[in-house]
């Protein structure tokens, strides 16, 4: 079990922190409509049960990551220690930097949901995880290139974290509708996704741009051929074939959400037909992005050349 705690836990910090973020930032930059209809729920006790949990989880991976760079079982990690590796290694002052906006990102939540109050969360949120990539393989590099190379892989999370959060918005909205087709808001959903689409893709290039350019800075592209015999090099392709699996269901909802957006607007039954297309596309992705996080939590764990 020690063996899998670490990429446990990076798995659980990343999903809930990508996961917090999008759907926070989601619905304030694309859900407007949705929420004039009345019809857009808050989620305010799922949202701030994660933000609650995610400095419990961050503190917990901060100390099993010192533990191994100490070569000790974590209770056996003395307070002065934890203290040391805190105040001047680039890992704990992430974690301090992450710690403090995720507190703050608790106390944001927990005013009357508002529009600014979450967009202070979302934005928050964003900056906690903008610290992920000052440690790991980011971290290896330092000067400009370094700050490029934490820069790059911070857009990347961040681009990810909102289309995590579009396909859980929708993923939800979408099972909700099933249940109740004949429902005028369905016609606003369904046209929500529509014009989803140049966003969409706009997050898949930014994903794709700053995926490449992050392996490049890793490993080098011109290494790629070698790499690929390595577990990291494995790893990475499974992560990549994933992702494209992920842009194949994007694109059947894509092709879907217009075709049941025009349907339903000229009150044809065929509507509700769709329903239950896009609501197995949507959790298969969703699947799929869970099996991506999975795979991103063990690669910040190895070595490209091992």
Same mark, same amino acid.
Request: glycine letters at 8%.
């Given at each position: 079990?020690?063996?899998?705690?670490?990429?446990?836990?990076?798995?659980?910090?990343?999903?809930?922190?990508?996961?917090?973020?999008?759907?926070?930032?989601?619905?304030?930059?694309?859900?407007?409509? $949705?929420?004039?209809?009345?019809? *857009?729920?808050?989620?305010?006790?799922?949202?701030?049960?994660?933000?609650?949990?995610?400095?419990?989880?961050?503190?917990? !991976?901060?100390?099993?990551?010192?533990?191994?760079?100490?070569?000790?079982?974590?209770?056996?990690?003395?307070?002065?220690?934890?203290?040391?590796?805190?105040?001047?290694?680039?890992?704990?002052?992430?974690?301090?930097?992450?710690?403090?906006?995720?507190?703050?990102?608790?106390?944001?939540?927990?005013?009357?949901?508002?529009?600014?109050?979450?967009?202070?969360?979302?934005?928050? !949120?964003?900056?906690?995880?903008?610290?992920?990539?000052?440690?790991?393989?980011?971290?290896?590099?330092?000067?400009?290139?370094?700050? $490029?190379?934490?820069?790059?892989?911070?857009?990347?999370?961040?681009?990810?974290?909102?289309?995590?959060?579009?396909?859980?918005?929708?993923?939800?909205?979408?099972?909700?509708?099933?249940?109740?087709?004949?429902?005028?808001?369905?016609?606003? $959903?369904?046209?929500?996704?529509?014009?989803?689409?140049?966003?969409?893709?706009? *997050?898949?290039?930014?994903?794709?741009?700053?995926?490449? !350019?992050?392996?490049?800075?890793?490993?080098?592209?011109?290494?790629?051929?070698?790499?690929?015999?390595?577990?990291?090099?494995?790893?990475?392709?499974?992560?990549?074939? *994933?992702?494209?699996?992920?842009?194949?269901?994007?694109?059947?909802?894509?092709? !879907?959400?217009?075709?049941?957006?025009?349907?339903?607007?000229?009150?044809? *039954?065929?509507?509700?037909?769709?329903?239950?297309?896009?609501?197995?596309? $949507?959790?298969?992705?969703?699947?799929?992005?869970?099996?991506?996080?999975?795979?991103?939590?063990?690669?910040?764990?190895?070595?490209?050349?091992?």
């Amino acid at each position: 079990m020690d063996d899998w705690l670490h990429p446990l836990l990076r798995f659980a910090h990343y999903a809930l922190l990508l996961g917090l973020f999008g759907l926070l930032a989601f619905r304030e930059l694309c859900l407007g409509r $949705l929420a004039a209809t009345g019809s *857009l729920p808050e989620l305010r006790g799922i949202v701030f049960t994660g933000a609650i949990v995610a400095p419990v989880i961050s503190a917990a !991976l901060i100390l099993v990551a010192i533990a191994e760079m100490m070569g000790q079982q974590v209770a056996a990690l003395e307070w002065a220690t934890i203290e040391v590796m805190v105040a001047s290694t680039n890992l704990g002052w992430a974690f301090a930097a992450r710690l403090a906006l995720l507190i703050a990102a608790i106390g944001a939540l927990a005013l009357p949901p508002k529009p600014w109050s979450r967009a202070a969360a979302a934005i928050l !949120l964003g900056l906690a995880i903008a610290t992920l990539p000052w440690s790991g393989h980011a971290a290896a590099n330092e000067g400009v290139l370094g700050l $490029l190379h934490r820069l790059n892989d911070a857009l990347h999370l961040l681009a990810s974290g909102l289309w995590l959060g579009a396909i859980g918005w929708f993923a939800y909205l979408v099972l909700a509708a099933h249940r109740q087709p004949d429902r005028p808001v369905t016609a606003t $959903l369904l046209e929500t996704m529509h014009r989803f689409a140049p966003l969409g893709a706009t *997050l898949v290039g930014i994903v794709a741009v700053t995926g490449i !350019l992050n392996a490049h800075l890793v490993f080098g592209l011109e290494m790629s051929i070698a790499v690929l015999g390595t577990p990291y090099g494995v790893l990475l392709a499974i992560k990549i074939a *994933l992702v494209g699996a992920m842009l194949l269901f994007a694109a059947r909802n894509a092709r !879907l959400g217009p075709r049941a957006a025009r349907e339903s607007l000229d009150g044809r *039954l065929t509507a509700a037909s769709l329903l239950p297309q896009l609501r197995s596309s $949507l959790l298969t992705e969703l699947s799929l992005a869970a099996l991506v996080i999975g795979c991103v939590a063990l690669l910040g764990l190895m070595s490209p050349m091992a």
